[in-house]
């Protein structure tokens, strides 16, 4: 599974990002995806994860700031290379927010049918990450 992070940025405070996140996979089935970011010299933060059915829950310094949402499975030609795209609205943006996003997708086994907000950035795989500075 191949994931790439895009529209990163610069943004004042109380401004707006959306990052989105283009997935290609060959025989993989995602089951939770989501969200994790860090900043330098601070630990991984998880911001939202999406279970299989579409429901996002986020932790708690994004809550009501953040939408996180999952775009249909595509299944290309044949049956076993699929894309997808993650997304990632952001707004009321703070100096706080201002970290690397990645996105990242976890299978069944990996989570072990649970989506965890602790397992983001922990197990499964994710991108290079998208840069987000926010100026106060």
């Known amino acids: 599974v191949q994931l790439m992070e895009s529209g990163g940025g610069s943004v004042q405070a109380g401004g707006s990002l959306r990052l989105s996140c283009a997935v290609s996979a060959y025989l993989y089935s995602p089951y939770c995806t989501g969200w994790f970011r860090q900043a330098p010299g601070k630990e991984r933060e998880g911001v939202a994860i999406?279970?299989?059915?579409?429901?996002?829950?986020?932790?708690?310094?994004?809550?009501?700031?953040f939408t996180a949402s999952r775009d249909n499975i595509k299944i290309i030609a044949s049956g076993d290379n699929s894309s997808w795209s993650l997304h990632l609205q952001m707004d009321n943006l703070k100096p706080e927010d201002t970290a690397m996003y990645y996105c990242?997708?976890?299978?069944?086994?990996?989570?072990?049918?649970?989506?965890?907000?602790?397992?983001?950035?922990?197990?499964?795989?994710w991108g290079q990450g998208t840069q987000v500075t926010v100026s106060s």
């Open positions: 990242t997708s976890m299978t069944q086994a990996e989570c072990g049918g649970i989506c965890y907000r602790d397992l983001l950035g922990v197990i499964g795989s």
């Open positions: 999406i279970e299989p059915d579409g429901r996002a829950y986020y932790t708690d310094p994004v809550k009501g700031r």
